[in-house]
């Protein structure tokens, strides 16, 4: 079986590899169990996804890490650099000293040298030590970025990571960023689809030379962060049916005519290889026009981090009205 080729674009961060406008992700509530994503990846390998995406908060660093192992073992690649590897740090090490040491525990975790991107999974800290999850509002603490995207300077200047970026912020936490970065984050993780399309925070980045990846970008029905809004619209449902596409097909091509990465969340097969199937034809202008007008809502408000005593008070001042 001939593998599909996927289209790759060059990030701002000046790495000589190429990233993967498809990758897999591997976050899945309830967390799965490691042999799960293990066959996972290997299929995705097997269609010719080389774009792979994990967490600390996933806990599928170590079986993506053994999935590219046993991928070279077999010869299905030559070798890890012929995967785009990323990781997130999460809130509990969201400080400066805490940045170097979790990157270097991600490291060990999946026996790289180094990753491809390594994303600030959230604006938000919490304490030291605390449960990563479920987030206990108490642990939730006030942020130095600036501190911190220090160190994820340092990171990328030693190697052990080719490109820094972040995930979940808004245009105005984007421009604070920009402030302060002597390497401006090449990409930016975030919630977007039909339903959620992200307009302002889209124009923002391409404008700032920051990749947007699209998380969630056919919705989903995850109990954590999806939503129904997109698999179970009449207007996506209508054009899925007249090009002989399905919903799913639909709005992944959406989001890719947007000129954004998509990061796609399947474990099936199946539906790994229909994903690929989005490349060979387009949208017309009517029908960009019909989701354009799609109500918007979005799904994941993250509203675990949300205390009137703590740091952040509402869901409008962790997402500057991006709401």
């Known amino acids: 079986m001939a593998l599909q080729t996927i289209p790759e674009v060059t990030l701002s961060s000046g790495n ?36 792979f995406d994990t967490a600390s908060l996933y806990q599928t660093e170590e079986a993506l890490g053994e999935a590219i192992s046993q991928a070279v073992s077999l010869g299905l690649i030559k070798s890890r650099d012929d995967v785009f590897i990323s990781s997130k740090l999460w809130c509990t090490d969201n400080h400066a000293d805490c940045v170097l040491p979790a990157l270097q525990k991600c490291l060990k975790k999946m026996k790289f040298e180094y990753l491809d991107q390594y994303l600030i999974h959230f604006p ?45 912020f808004s245009c105005k936490k984007l421009a604070d960023l920009l402030t302060f970065a002597k390497i401006p984050p090449a990409v930016n993780q975030v919630e977007m689809n039909p339903a959620w399309q992200q307009g302002k925070l889209r124009e923002f980045c391409q404008a700032n030379g920051i990749r947007i990846a699209a998380f969630s970008p056919i919705g989903g029905p995850d109990a954590f962060w999806g ?25 992944l091509r959406w989001v890719y005519e947007q000129g954004v990465v998509i990061v796609m969340k399947s474990f099936n097969k199946e539906r790994l290889k229909q994903n690929l199937e989005i490349f060979d ?43």
């Open 281 to 323: 034809w387009e949208l017309s202008d009517e029908e960009s026009k019909k989701i354009a007008k799609i109500p918007q809502t979005r799904a994941y408000p993250a509203e675990m981090f949300i205390s009137e005593t703590g740091p952040i008070k509402s869901v409008e001042e962790l997402w500057d009205g991006e709401i």
């Open 124 to 168: 938000v800290s919490m304490r030291p030590g605390a449960s990563p999850f479920p987030v206990n509002v108490k642990d939730v603490v006030p942020t130095d970025i600036k501190s911190v995207w220090k160190a994820m300077e340092e990171c990328q200047t030693l190697g052990l990571t080719k490109s820094i970026g972040v995930s979940n």
């Open 16 to 51: 000589a590899k190429t990233m993967p406008v498809l990758g897999l992700g591997t976050a899945a509530d309830p967390f799965p169990a490691p042999e799960v994503v293990v066959k996972a990846v290997l299929e995705a390998i097997e269609l010719g996804y080389r774009m």
């Open 227 to 251: 939503t129904k809004g997109v698999l179970e619209c009449n207007v996506l449902m209508e054009i899925a049916k007249s090009k002989g596409k399905s919903v799913a097909q639909v709005a």
